[in-house]
């Protein structure tokens, strides 16, 4: 089991030292049962159809909520919410309300992304997925459920 402080990173998903998703916060599980158990540098892999039908469970909830966000969307803001542009633009926009209000100064805003535009474009699907550890990892530091 994981000790407090430690993330136990299982098929996808994360879990706090408590074992619960940090996802949806609502299913406890052995962290020796599912996935792979991440302590320093201590890695230990293990799969089970429980582990299997924890991952499934936790997809099957997160593509419902995706999904209604998206019908809300296009219900309050027409159908140009289903351009791309427009949702980059819209996402872009709350990030940086949202560090704007940890104090983050402008000047490391633009150096940030002069970083990123400097570099080759990354996987969208990979970089969907960063941001919404980082998002988490975020609201945990700023003590935000």
Request: aromatic residues 4%; hydrophobic residues 40%.
């Amino acid at each position: 089991m994981a000790r407090a402080g430690e993330t136990v990173v299982s098929t996808g998903l994360f879990h706090d030292h408590r074992g619960h998703c940090m996802q949806c916060r609502n299913h406890p599980f052995s962290p020796c049962k599912v996935g792979s158990v991440l302590i320093g540098k201590d890695v230990d892999f293990m799969r089970d159809e429980q582990a299997q039908a924890i991952v499934d469970t936790c997809r099957d909830e997160r593509d419902a909520r995706q999904t209604a966000i998206l019908k809300w969307t296009i219900e309050t803001f027409g159908a140009h919410a289903l351009d791309m542009d427009e949702r980059a633009s819209r996402f872009i926009e709350e990030a940086l309300e949202l560090v704007q209000a940890t104090g983050l100064p402008i000047d490391r805003v633009i150096a940030l992304a002069q970083h990123v535009y400097a570099k080759p474009s990354g996987d969208g699907a990979k970089e969907i997925g960063a941001v919404g550890v980082t998002l988490l990892a975020l609201a945990e530091v700023a003590h935000v459920s």
